[in-house]
């Protein structure tokens, strides 16, 4: 008998940015400094019965660019300016994740499953204007309620048994993904979703053969 065993682990990480800019033309000296985060901890049980759940969780600490803070200026498309946002905050990802596997060795019967779930805030997204002379202007800007989502989940099974079995996994996932930008000056918010489900069959014969056949179906669309 197998009794539940528990371990896990916490962490974390520093980082740091610091960007010196001098404009020359335009008499201007700008320090932007940043320090990073990054916190990582994790999670795993182990069950009787060849059962197993892992949890997972990171953060993740990103600094502006210098590039998106204050671009150097490019004028081989007029109709086209970028500018910089000096008022940029660094962005930080939650980064949610675990997997759940079970397996039954001599009936050739298996279960996996996973999940990764991640939410950004203050991420950076591209905003467009037109200014009075018909000009597009695109800057970075911070934005809340960048998200994704997706799922799998995977059954192994035999069918038939002795020479005549033959095995077989059905496995559907899902995925999720919002995002957030500006066109025009106004909001847009891209919602994408996708589903699909594999179905496969397989036998293996040593020193014979290797069969394998599978299709996928699969489908995605935006709100």
Do not use: H
């Not at 990073?36 to 969780?57: C, D, E």
């Not at 069918?159 to 033959?166: A, E, L, V, Y």
């Amino acid at each position: 008998m197998v009794k539940k065993r528990i371990t896990g682990g916490i962490g974390a990480a520093l980082a740091f940015n610091s960007f010196k800019q001098n404009n020359i033309s335009k008499g201007i000296k700008q320090d932007y400094n940043f320090t990073n985060f990054f916190p990582n901890a994790n999670v795993q049980l182990k069950l009787k019965g060849n059962k197993s759940l892992r949890l997972n969780y990171n953060g993740n600490a990103q600094a502006p660019s210098l590039q998106q803070l204050q671009p150097i200026v490019d004028n081989s498309n007029p109709l086209s300016i970028f500018v910089g946002n000096s008022d940029l905050k660094q962005s930080f990802t939650n980064n949610f994740s675990g997997n759940f596997s079970w397996s039954k060795p001599l009936s050739d019967n298996s279960i996996w499953s996973y999940f990764n779930y991640s939410t950004t805030n203050n991420a950076f997204t591209q905003f467009n204007s037109i200014d009075s002379l018909g000009r597009n202007v695109y800057k970075t800007v911070n934005v809340n309620g960048n998200k994704r989502f997706n799922a799998d989940f995977d059954y192994n099974f035999p069918i038939g048994s002795g020479k005549k079995k033959i095995n077989m996994s059905i496995g559907p996932s899902i995925n999720y993904n919002r995002n957030i930008d500006f066109i025009n000056s106004f909001k847009n918010i891209n919602n994408t979703y996708s589903y699909g489900i594999n179905v496969q069959f397989y036998k293996y014969v040593e020193d014979k053969y290797d069969f394998t056949a599978s299709a996928l179906c699969s489908d995605n669309f935006k709100l």
